[in-house]
């Protein structure tokens, strides 16, 4: 069972002032990678991308 579903997505954002620009930016990045885990299994959100790196898809989703 998928831990969410994937939100709506929008087009990048176009040109605004600075503060509009970042917002609208990190929200767009923040729906682009629940949409790529949406449907993941807890298993794959979990595991680590390759030895070193301690870094999972969830502890990302949780960092955003």
Avoid: F, I, N
């Amino acid at each position: 069972m998928s831990m969410w579903s994937s939100p709506d997505r929008t087009s990048p954002p176009q040109l605004l002032g600075e503060r509009a620009a970042l917002e609208a930016w990190v929200t767009y990045h923040r729906a682009t990678l629940l949409m790529k885990c949406a449907g993941l299994e807890p298993e794959q959100l979990a595991s680590r991308s390759c030895p070193p790196s301690t870094l999972s898809l969830l502890g990302l989703v949780r960092h955003l």
